[in-house]
């Protein structure tokens, strides 16, 4: 990018971290993420701290990106810690996603959500009895979690 003259941005690293941790290229990320302020003048904000997050835990280093969570200083951000979680989630690592969902649930505590993926992870390990008082906490509380939709304005196209 500095050879060819792009001027990088924000948006030029948010899609550059996506990239390569949807490809793999967890090296690659965390070169780019190094270089951000280092070369290119960017702060790295919160969005580029999830993607690093989810990038670290799609490849499985989740001690990795739990140590880049403690690293950073929005440590009170859910998008970071929710990108944890969902890592925790997909490689069924039920104790970190216990100790991150805690976490979550004190962030934000009425986001069914958070109970619903970690309940999800304790049917996963067979742990039943965790999952269904999950459940009862999400009933007890009365949280809903919300349902997703997406749209697209077509007038404005």
């Not at 003048?41 to 799609?58: A, I, S």
């Not at 989630?89 to 109970?115: C, I, S, T, W």
Request: aromatic fraction near 10%.
């Amino acid at each position: 990018m500095l050879r060819s003259g792009v001027v990088a941005n924000k948006s030029t690293f948010v899609s550059l971290l996506s990239a390569c941790g949807h490809s793999g290229l967890v090296d690659e990320g965390m070169y780019y993420y190094g270089c951000m302020l280092e070369k290119y003048g960017v702060q790295p904000t919160v969005d580029h701290q999830v993607y690093m997050v989810d990038m670290l835990g799609r490849s499985g280093r989740l001690e990795k990106a739990l140590d880049f969570v403690m690293q950073t200083e929005a440590l009170a951000e859910p998008g970071i810690w929710g990108a944890l979680l969902s890592a925790c989630n997909y490689h069924g690592d039920v104790g970190m996603g216990r100790e991150v969902a805690d976490v979550l649930f004190k962030l934000e505590p009425q986001n069914a959500g958070y109970y619903v993926s970690l309940s999800n992870m304790y049917v996963a390990a067979g742990r039943w009895k965790e999952a269904v008082e999950l459940r009862n906490i999400v009933e007890e509380k009365k949280l809903k979690k919300p349902v997703g939709y997406s749209s697209i304005d077509v007038c404005s196209m």
